[in-house]
């Protein structure tokens, strides 16, 4: 199947991967995944939406399936069941997202602070502040906003101090070897300070092994995602 015939007839789905609160061994809730079963690579498809002026289209109609498929699983009725959804700047920055949002409010009457826009590393934003307005409107609608993937990609630290996200998700690279490495030890640690004086929530990604969650909690790690938690998994739960 073509690219374009993916999009037009939504023929993707998603898996939910589960955010745990360490504390409490209890999900804060889940982030969707696009996964189609024609081709095996998400960022192959969204880099060929983008070539085909495709992106948003892409970007917003997988959104729009995945907070479907995460009411119809019932999670939605639960208020700490926050759903994860991932997007690219350039589908904020489009004039109709902001409309799109009031539709996915209106159509699933759901509270919308349960979703957090989890803003893709992967593209380049031009202007900054501009890019800063509209997530500061998209906040005010009450949505929470979380960057993807801190250290690995476009965003900066102007970009963290100037968005100021509800969510910061660090790297996976930073979960790997965690329990062995000061160096990366020292970094987890400074954005554990960073995020607590400035009231963000702190996700470390990519945890596999058990020795990496418990370096996590000792450096003050409390919320965390990775296979050794949870993998993602398609949702069965029907209401």
Excluded at 65 to 93: C, D, H, M, W
């Amino acid at each position: 199947m073509s690219i374009s015939g993916l999009i037009g007839q939504e023929d993707f789905f998603h898996y939910f991967q589960p955010i745990y609160v360490l504390e409490t061994n209890q999900p804060l809730g889940f982030e969707a995944l696009f996964r189609t079963s024609h081709y095996s690579n998400p960022e192959f498809i969204f880099n060929t939406a983008r070539k085909l002026n495709r992106l948003y289209e892409l970007d917003s109609r997988s959104i729009h399936k995945a907070v479907s498929a995460y009411q119809r699983a019932g999670f939605l009725k639960e208020e700490q069941q926050n759903l994860f959804v991932n997007i690219f700047p350039s589908t904020i920055l489009n004039p109709r997202f902001s409309s799109f949002l009031n539709k996915i409010i209106a159509e699933f009457k759901l509270t919308s602070q349960q979703i957090i826009l989890e803003i893709s590393e992967a593209e380049y934003i031009p202007d900054l502040l501009a890019f800063k307005k509209q997530v500061d409107a998209i906040k005010a609608k009450g949505f929470q906003i979380a960057l993807d993937d801190i250290g690995h990609g476009y965003f900066t630290f102007e970009s963290i101090i100037e968005l100021h996200p509800n969510f910061i998700k660090l790297d996976r690279y930073l979960s790997g070897g965690l329990h062995v490495s000061k160096q990366k030890q020292t970094v987890v640690s400074n954005f554990v300070s960073y995020c607590h004086d400035n009231e963000i929530a702190l996700v470390l990604e990519g945890l596999e092994d058990e020795r990496e969650v418990d370096t996590a909690k000792s450096l003050g790690i409390n919320l965390a995602q990775g296979y050794y938690l949870g993998k993602p998994e398609q949702l069965k739960w029907t209401v």
